[in-house]
C-alpha cells in the first residue's frame, strides 16, 4: 500500500508497507530469535491430513456426519495458517526527497505487527506528516540516514 502525503511545510512524503515474510532481525523477543524451523510444522500439517484422512475413510457409511463437524474440522485446520498471515510484521516506510532547500531528504523505517496495526500506523504516520510536517518520534518508524 503506497500513499502521498503532504506535509504542513510543504514536502512530498511517500509513505508505504511492505509485508515481511520472514521476521526482521531484533523485532521478536530473544526466545523467539532462534526458530527450530518449518519442520514441525510441516510434521504437524501432515499428521493432521493423515488422521483426517484415517477419520474419513474408517468412518461406516451408515454413519451421518454433521455440517457442524464438518465446519469445526475446517476452523481447526485454518486456525494457525490464518493466524500466521494475519500476523505477519509489516515494515512501515515514510521518504520525502527533500524538494524545498532548508529541508533535505529523509527517510523514516519501522517496522509493525499485524495487518491491522499496519493500517492504523500507516494513518497514524500520514496524519503527522500533514499536521507536523514529519512521523512522531515515538512510534514504530525512526529515522534512518
Known sequence: MTRLVRGADGRKWTVRTNVEWSSPAGMDEFEHDVSGGHGAAVL????MVLLTAVLIIWTPAAVIIPPWLILALALVF???PLRWVIRRPWTVVAETPGEL???GPERWVGNVRGFLAMRQEAIKVARDIE???SPAFDGPLQPVD
Open 101 to 103: 532547500d532548508d529541508a
Open 78 to 80: 485454518l486456525f494457525f
Open 131 to 133: 499536521v507536523y510536517s
Open 44 to 47: 504437524m500439517a501432515t499428521l
